[in-house]
């Protein structure tokens, strides 16, 4: 007890420092961010609420021209790079990276530290120009774009430096007296297309990675999204200002095609988030270079209901599920299936919701919805409604329009449930990426399990049972990057995890160790353990020219090293011994005759 005595005392007194230590506030500089050209000041003219549409190639000028979807008012325009202007971005971020790959962690977790900071306490004006940008209601800002970038960078923070440092590993029975780790080091330049559903998070996603990993970055947001990234871009190169980060580290560029293919043939690595088709475009651009791909394609997510839940409580969160994501332009909950035994209380109960759902302009009001980002879409979603309404499917409930004004287009579109579907509906075997509700029962778990499996997508799903052991062997038959338990997109949140699908949804993985590691040149390296007075020696019979026995040798090693049975190995050693000393007995004879 007196050896032990000490140790508990010196523990606890180190406990007790660190929880003052966490008392005490950390230094963290503010930062300035001019945010002159995101704050509506309602000074528009009337001639700026003209609709221009912005569709296909043909669309596409020397502009990227910007508005809100909500009301088409006019936001900004900006430039329509061309190949060689991204290159030149590109070879600005390449030496900026060059001196900010000798930074220190200390310095990049300043740099996290500064922009949470700013963005703790400028939710309002981040959430507002993303909801300005995209539609999106501020709550629904504040769950897809704060919280989750918040929640990556204290990860980053916590962990970051921990899973960049070399990691060591197991040299084997041969290498033995070798030591063999795994280096981490930055690729150069990364370039990032992202979508325009999270304009803020799809930013600083791929960029937090890239820069606390040591690398540049190139962003080229969407063309639908191009306002509010472009300002963001400004919050990052403030906060890598005030800690002394070379200029130029990072860039948001803006454009249409032509500009994302220039991207992909001059960077180190690509990261894509976007639809299928663009991501085989990007995939087959990037073997030109062979440079490493990482594809987030979205998906049609399974949302499988079984018979001992508590339905209430379960349709809360479908109803969520599908308003949270597909309602903010986002591939979410999009096929539901629910046992047979609970469908008609879980369909009650969902409609209820859903026809309480009222969709107005985002900053007009309180809404639940706000308008649809993509030009046109709605029609594409009514249209994928119309097609199952004709084979047969009923809808049972739509939410309501709120006062949209004047001024309000053809953006918006009310959630909507429909029974009675099938796969040979396109609703069940496109992606939506809209706010639709399509029910279909099953009546065992294997037919859950099958229907689920049943598409060209496999990004996630989510798996309710009163029995959790059950919900997890359904989800752990599911062709899927990400599955929830008992629960809808938590694992979002839980930076700490991988995120990315199979089959069209895509492949690679962003987030997590696995997304902060793919940010780097994975390098191994083998070394002598104790060197100078250990090295590897190539054994005599072995030697050029190689001695008679030299197969007999060898034959003898690999069993003396691998075999299975402990006596058949040492016999096998007894025989490398006695070649070894019968090698060494001639060379000695052969010496001395000379």
């Keep these: 007890m007196a050896f032990w005595w000490p140790l508990i005392v010196l523990g606890f007194a180190f406990l007790i420092c660190k929880l003052l230590l966490m008392l005490i506030p950390p230094n963290v500089p503010s930062i300035d961010v001019y945010a002159g050209d995101v704050l509506d000041d309602g000074n528009q003219t009337k001639e700026n609420y003209i609709y221009i549409p912005r569709r296909g190639r043909a669309a596409q000028t020397d502009r990227v021209r910007c508005y809100e979807p909500a009301t088409m008012k006019y936001l900004g325009d900006f430039p329509a790079l061309i190949s ?64 989750t970038t918040c929640e990556k960078i204290t990860w980053l923070l916590a962990e970051g430096e921990m899973w960049l440092k070399p990691e060591y590993r197991s040299s084997g029975r041969a290498m033995m007296h070798k030591r063999s780790k795994v280096e981490f080091h930055p690729l150069g ?38 306002w509010s990234g ?84 379960v349709a809360q969160i479908a109803a969520r599920g599908v308003l949270q994501s597909s309602g903010q332009n986002c591939a979410g909950a999009e096929r539901f299936y629910v046992h047979r035994d609970v469908y ?19 900053l007009a009001g309180k809404y639940d919805m706000g308008a649809i980002c993509m030009p046109g879409h709605a029609e594409r979603l009514q249209n994928l409604v119309n097609d199952a309404v ?38 069940m075997q496109e992606e939506a990426f809209g706010p639709i509700m399509p029910i279909m029962k099953f009546s065992s778990d294997e037919e859950a399990i099958k229907l689920a ?31 929830a338990i008992n629960d809808f997109a938590s694992n979002y949140m839980c930076q700490s995890l991988p995120f990315g699908g199979v089959k069209h949804s895509g492949f690679g993985r962003f987030a997590g160790i696995e997304g902060l590691r793919a940010c780097c040149l994975v390098k191994s390296v083998v070394e002598d353990r104790w060197w100078p007075y250990i090295k590897t020696k190539i054994p005599k019979p072995i030697q050029y020219p190689v001695a008679e026995n030299s197969f007999e040798f060898q034959e003898s090693l690999v069993e003396a090293l691998y075999g ?31």
């Design 189 to 226: 330049v990364i370039g990032a297309i992202v979508s325009w559903n999270y304009p803020f998070h799809n930013i600083l996603n791929p960029m937090l990675a890239a820069i606390f990993s040591g690398n540049g970055v190139v962003v080229k947001v969407s063309e639908h999204a191009s």
């Design 564 to 594: 299975l049975n402990i006596w058949d190995r040492l016999r096998a050693l007894v025989n490398v011994l006695k070649i070894l000393s019968e090698k060494n007995s001639t060379t000695a004879k052969n010496a001395r005759r000379n």
């Design 84 to 147: 060689d202007q991204v290159k030149e971005h590109v070879a600005d971020a390449r030496k900026a990276q060059k001196a900010w790959a000798k930074s220190t962690f200390k310095q990049r977790r300043q740099f996290l530290r500064i922009l949470l900071k700013y963005i703790i306490e400028h939710q309002e004006l981040i959430c507002q120009t993303s909801s300005r940008d995209t539609g999106k209601t501020m709550v629904d800002a504040s769950l897809g774009e704060i919280m």
């Design 390 to 427: 004709d084979k047969g499917a009923e809808i049972v409930g739509r939410g309501s329009f709120g006062n949209l004004g004047e001024d309000a287009v053809d953006q918006f579109f009310p959630p909507t449930i429909l029974v009675n579907v099938d796969h040979t509906m396109k609703l």
């Design 344 to 362: 008609s209380s879980f369909v009650a109960q969902v409609v209820k919701i859903i026809k309480a759902v009222c969709v107005g302009p985002p």
């Design 230 to 313: 472009c300002f963001y871009a400004g919050i990052v190169q403030a906060a890598l200002a005030a800690v002394g980060a070379p200029e130029n580290l990072v860039h948001v560029i803006t454009g249409f095609a032509e500009t994302g293919e220039a991207l992909v043939s001059s960077v180190d690595k690509i990261i894509f988030v976007g639809s299928p088709g663009v991501g085989k475009m990007i995939m087959r651009s990037a073997s030109e270079s062979l440079i490493p791909v990482t594809l987030e394609l979205g998906g049609k997510d399974a949302f499988i209901v079984c018979e001992d839940v508590d339905v209430p409580h």
């Design 453 to 483: 499996n049943d598409s060209n997508y496999g990004l996630g799903c989510a798996v309710f049972s009163g029995n959790q052991r059950r919900a997890r062997e359904i989800a752990s038959q599911l062709n899927c990057g990400v599955a």
